[in-house]
């Protein structure tokens, strides 16, 4: 040692020629997972614990920049939350059911089901992946109901590994050992235990209703999951008639209908009109004597002022319908063509010729005859007009939607009952918005319900309902008499599984039983996420987990009373009331007593303006950032236009060309 100095000796490693990144993410992505630095500990009490619930996202669709941006905001969360000392519960989930599975399932192996068919299990599937190309109908393979299930549960699994790769890739601080999923054991136990409480409850019914229906999809749709879009149309003038022959004319964009017509309605106040309510008129071609009715929902400065009422064009036809008692005349099927049997009510001969031409042929076809019929009889005053209309689609949907009358499932949820409109609206009150205008967003949702949930699906993969029917002497099943099992059962597919005191020999036959064969709506499960978290691995002892709501068997894991903090909606205010209010008091919580289901809900506004590109991702027209190398890196954008409700993002569309040269829009 020199005097006055001392020696220190340093192994250094020498430099390399390049400074590089490579590999860092892999070693410190393992650190941490070994470390288990996000991992919820669940050794603290209540007060310590801050949880987080985000709408799990759906495994079939694309991730884009749109789901980063919004997942990085809740990541914030939950290191700041870290770095504050709390024992953070930030899980992932995989919407691994629904529609969007069903599609992706039929074009990847190019398949669709066909019930009649017998369980194969030797089955092969045709196609191992098909570039994301459509397939059509005609050259899918029809397979079994349970084949298809397999081929859901095979291809989610592999889209859920390359899913998680990507958010580890993100640097997401999830702790991934608390990973759940919408079907499966545990959440389908979960999700038919709630129903058979909605139900004992008397919070759950069914009827036989007008729904909005996708003759695509073949299945019933939900309020929440409509999406209004601009479509072409014609005006068409067409003169109904009173007894003398003297014409009363309205103005119609749906003239296929016309057999379908059951009265024509005015408003109260149109001048116009107040001296023909109670008379009657007949429609043209088909003959039926209908009533002049008032209603205030008529508009006087649409059209004519004076509609006519076909059961059903539109879900004011709807509401006319059920609020004056109005016959119903449904000629739409649920393939969307005209129904083949000529109706009852039309008696005229002439008119039932007119009919026979249309049956069986789609709307656009029958619409073609129509018109070409009422030029004919001198009914049409004038030639067509081109319009633009807002019609009603299915979110998924490519075409509009029609409304059949058929047997579905409901949730109460306010839509029809003011007193638990009013509960939710105080409900979401205790909750703290971020930001806090969102607020008003989610009570507008709520006011503006008009039916209740429907929640029941005509398709094969999701979470079946727990429920079985008598069949009567006649072999038919006795519908008000649901036959339930116990829940200890759960969970059980009624197609499969025998109700207590029957055996199989007693299936869909005279004295016997039937299954209920609909599916429940993927929200069932996406709104029951807190309590499909189970870290104390009871997911046989009830729905109890991280959350403590009205349903659990035990204690919850993180102590009485634990729910999560914050429900980060990463939707877009769009979905705002269909995630808060489906999450939180309409399907797990009752409203009478028991804890909130979140303190806080964050809205993740930024991504309104991305919505219209989401919905395009989501039908499959556009493929964004799939879990696969991006054909223009990751520097596609999604935005169509900028976000209006938070103008400091000033965010513009950008094209394909302009991202492939590197170009600003």
């Not at 099992?485 to 499969?496: Q, Y």
């Amino acid at each position: 040692m020199t005097e006055g100095k001392s020696i220190i000796n340093a192994n250094l490693t020498p430099l390399p020629d390049k400074v590089g990144v490579d590999g860092l993410e892999d070693k410190w992505r393992t650190v941490w997972d070994e470390d288990g630095t996000y991992k919820f500990r669940n050794t603290r009490d209540r007060k310590a614990v801050y949880s987080i619930d985000t709408p799990p996202p759906t495994v079939s669709g694309s991730l884009h920049v749109g789901h980063v941006f919004s997942y990085t905001h809740t990541d914030v969360i939950a290191r700041y939350k870290r770095m504050r000392g709390y024992d953070v519960f930030y899980p992932m989930g995989w919407d691994d059911n629904g529609l969007p599975t069903e599609r992706r399932v039929q074009n990847y192996y190019g398949v669709r089901v066909d019930v009649s068919l017998p369980y194969d299990p030797d089955f092969k599937p045709p196609f191992e992946g098909t570039d994301g190309k459509k397939i059509d109908a005609k050259d899918q393979v029809p397979i079994s109901r349970k084949n298809f299930i397999e081929l859901c549960e095979r291809l989610t699994a592999q889209d859920e590994k390359l899913f998680e790769a990507l958010w580890r890739k993100l640097g997401l601080s999830i702790d991934w050992s608390q990973t759940y999923h919408t079907i499966g054991q545990h959440p389908q136990r979960v999700a038919q235990k709630a129903f058979l409480r909605n139900l004992a409850r008397g919070e759950a019914y069914q009827q036989d209703a007008p729904g909005l229906w996708d003759v695509t999809f073949q299945t019933a749709v939900a309020q929440a999951e409509l999406e209004s879009r601009e479509y072409p149309g014609f005006y068409h003038k067409v003169a109904f008639r009173f007894e003398d022959g003297t014409p009363i004319y309205i103005e119609t964009t749906r003239p296929e209908l016309l057999a379908a017509c059951t009265s024509l309605i005015a408003n109260p106040n149109d001048e116009r009109y107040k001296q023909y309510f109670g008379q009657y008129v007949y429609s043209p071609l088909f003959k039926v004597k209908v009533p002049i009715l008032a209603h205030p929902a008529a508009e006087m400065d649409k059209g004519a002022g004076i509609a006519m009422c076909c059961t059903f064009g539109d879900v004011t036809d709807v509401e006319w319908w059920r609020d004056l008692k109005l016959p119903t005349r449904p000629i739409i099927q649920r393939n969307g063509r005209i129904v083949m049997d000529t109706p009852d009510w039309i008696e005229d001969p002439a008119g039932r010729e007119v009919f026979a031409e249309t049956a069986g042929k789609t709307t656009f076809s029958a619409r073609k005859i129509i018109v070409d019929k009422l030029r004919e009889s001198g009914d049409l005053d004038g030639e067509p007009t081109p319009t633009k209309r807002m019609t009603n689609f299915y979110e998924k949907g490519d075409k509009p939607l029609e409304i059949v009358t058929s047997r579905q499932w409901y949730l109460k949820n306010g839509g029809t009952d003011a007193k638990l409109n009013a509960e939710l609206i105080e409900r979401g009150k205790e909750l703290e918005f971020h930001p806090d205008f969102m607020r008003v967003r989610y009570e507008n949702w709520v006011h503006g319900l008009n039916g209740d949930w429907l929640i029941s699906r005509q398709r094969f993969f999701g979470v079946p309902f727990p429920l079985w029917y008598p069949v009567n002497a006649s072999g038919e099943p006795d519908y008000d008499h649901p036959i339930t099992p116990s829940e200890d059962r759960l969970p059980i597919d009624p197609t499969i599984d025998v109700p207590e005191g029957y055996d199989e020999s007693q299936r869909d036959v005279p004295g016997g039983f039937t299954a209920e064969k609909d599916i429940m709506d993927t929200w069932a499960t996406s709104s029951l996420t807190p309590t499909d978290r189970d870290p104390l691995g009871r997911a046989g002892r009830g729905l109890q987990g991280p959350v403590r709501f009205h349903l659990p068997d035990g204690p919850s894991p993180a102590g009485s009373g634990h729910h999560p903090h914050l429900a980060v909606l990463d939707c877009g205010p769009r979905a705002l009331g269909e995630q808060v209010s489906a999450v939180g008091p309409c399907h797990a919580v009752r409203l009478d007593s028991g804890p909130r289901p979140q303190e806080d809900v964050e809205v993740q506004g930024q991504r309104r303006g991305a919505e219209r590109a989401d919905r395009e991702v989501r039908r499959g027209r556009v493929r964004i950032w799939p879990p696969r190398p991006p054909p223009y890196g990751l520097g596609m954008h999604v935005r169509h236009r900028p976000d209006e409700d938070w103008p400091s993002t000033g965010h513009q569309a950008a094209q394909r060309h302009q991202v492939r040269a590197g170009h600003r829009p």
